[in-house]
């Protein structure tokens, strides 16, 4: 049967729709949770490369028991990708975090991808549509009152916000190169080139910044860190990611992304279970908007 355009936009409304975006928001959502559990035990560049190596340590064996294929001449596509995807997000936001920005005001900042991944859709061929610009301003919109209460400016540095913007704009551009360059590739094998390239950005980074050893002399070893380090690798940076790929590769860019606009309430939520953080009826109005604004996003046009 021919791929049709009414046969590819029911793939990817069936993609959308299939319990892969809600794993997705689960997963990516407890990000955050890690960073509160693991970096009061470790730098968090020196945490990065840990995770970076746990990934490694994990899929290389995987990819070569299984005989996964190896991408052809998209190699270094596959690799620029993941370091705009990997290092500079997660450098972006963990070292924002350890410089005392809030969860909450990063969330939003971070949260702003959506609205820039539809101004730049029509450099890789996709439409967003009146009605998915309604959607996005609602999603913006319901994440700004989610995380209003927990936002504080006090003693906050500039340097914490740039890294902030830095973590946005290098998600935003690694998710539209991806999407336009390589959005199919042997998921295993291509992640495994990913964290490999950024490995390779992130140590030098560590062993300057943070006098990295191979030791790990700054690292405490605490069963809080070993799980939210272990968590990390298995949970987001293989779990979350895998869904991340493989709804980039069916959906446009765009839906994939508004995605996002549910993670700071899902946080919000999560928090509020393992922590006690208050999430009261703005929280609540916030996330009802949250999923509005993405219903209207990826929901099918008749």
Not at 121 to 131: D, F, M, N, Q, S
């Given at each position: 049967m021919p791929n049709t355009p009414s046969t590819a936009a029911a793939v990817k409304h069936a993609t959308l729709l299939s319990p892969l975006p809600l794993f997705f928001v689960l997963l990516w959502s407890s990000g955050f949770i890690v960073a509160k559990f693991g970096l009061p035990y470790a730098p968090p560049l020196t945490f990065l490369v840990l995770r970076f190596l746990g990934v490694l340590l994990f899929l290389v064996p995987a990819v070569l028991l299984l005989k996964a294929p190896w991408p052809q001449g998209r190699i270094w596509q596959i690799a620029l990708a993941g370091l705009l995807v990997q290092a500079g997000y997660l450098i972006g936001v963990?070292?924002?975090?350890?410089?005392?920005?809030?969860?909450?005001?990063?969330a939003l900042i971070v949260g702003m991808q959506p609205?820039?991944?539809?101004?730049?859709?029509?450099?890789?061929?996709?439409k967003v549509r009146p009605r998915q610009w309604l959607g996005l301003v609602f999603g913006l919109g319901g994440v700004a009152l989610v995380v209003a209460a927990k936002i504080q400016l006090v003693g906050l540095s500039t340097d914490a916000i740039l890294l902030c913007v830095l973590a946005l704009l290098s998600m935003t551009v690694g998710t539209l190169y991806q999407k336009?360059?390589?959005?199919?590739?042997?998921?295993?094998?291509?992640?495994?080139?990913?964290f490999a390239a950024s490995l390779v950005v992130v140590l030098p980074l560590a062993i300057i910044f943070e006098g990295w050893t191979p030791e790990f002399a700054a690292v405490q070893w605490t069963p809080r860190f070993i799980g939210a380090l272990l968590w990390s690798v298995m949970g987001l940076s293989i779990g979350a990611i895998f869904l991340l790929f493989a709804l980039i590769r069916r959906s446009d860019a765009t839906q994939v992304t508004s995605l996002l606009y549910l993670t700071p309430p899902t946080t919000a939520v999560m928090a509020w279970?393992?922590?006690?953080?208050?999430?009261?009826?703005l929280g609540?109005?916030?996330?009802?908007l949250a999923v509005m604004g993405v219903i209207f996003v990826v929901k099918k046009t008749r």
């Amino acid at each position: 049967m021919p791929n049709t355009p009414s046969t590819a936009a029911a793939v990817k409304h069936a993609t959308l729709l299939s319990p892969l975006p809600l794993f997705f928001v689960l997963l990516w959502s407890s990000g955050f949770i890690v960073a509160k559990f693991g970096l009061p035990y470790a730098p968090p560049l020196t945490f990065l490369v840990l995770r970076f190596l746990g990934v490694l340590l994990f899929l290389v064996p995987a990819v070569l028991l299984l005989k996964a294929p190896w991408p052809q001449g998209r190699i270094w596509q596959i690799a620029l990708a993941g370091l705009l995807v990997q290092a500079g997000y997660l450098i972006g936001v963990w070292c924002a975090i350890k410089l005392g920005m809030p969860a909450g005001l990063s969330a939003l900042i971070v949260g702003m991808q959506p609205i820039l991944t539809a101004f730049a859709a029509p450099l890789i061929g996709e439409k967003v549509r009146p009605r998915q610009w309604l959607g996005l301003v609602f999603g913006l919109g319901g994440v700004a009152l989610v995380v209003a209460a927990k936002i504080q400016l006090v003693g906050l540095s500039t340097d914490a916000i740039l890294l902030c913007v830095l973590a946005l704009l290098s998600m935003t551009v690694g998710t539209l190169y991806q999407k336009r360059y390589c959005p199919h590739f042997d998921l295993r094998t291509g992640t495994v080139i990913q964290f490999a390239a950024s490995l390779v950005v992130v140590l030098p980074l560590a062993i300057i910044f943070e006098g990295w050893t191979p030791e790990f002399a700054a690292v405490q070893w605490t069963p809080r860190f070993i799980g939210a380090l272990l968590w990390s690798v298995m949970g987001l940076s293989i779990g979350a990611i895998f869904l991340l790929f493989a709804l980039i590769r069916r959906s446009d860019a765009t839906q994939v992304t508004s995605l996002l606009y549910l993670t700071p309430p899902t946080t919000a939520v999560m928090a509020w279970l393992m922590f006690g953080e208050a999430f009261n009826a703005l929280g609540m109005a916030g996330m009802a908007l949250a999923v509005m604004g993405v219903i209207f996003v990826v929901k099918k046009t008749r």
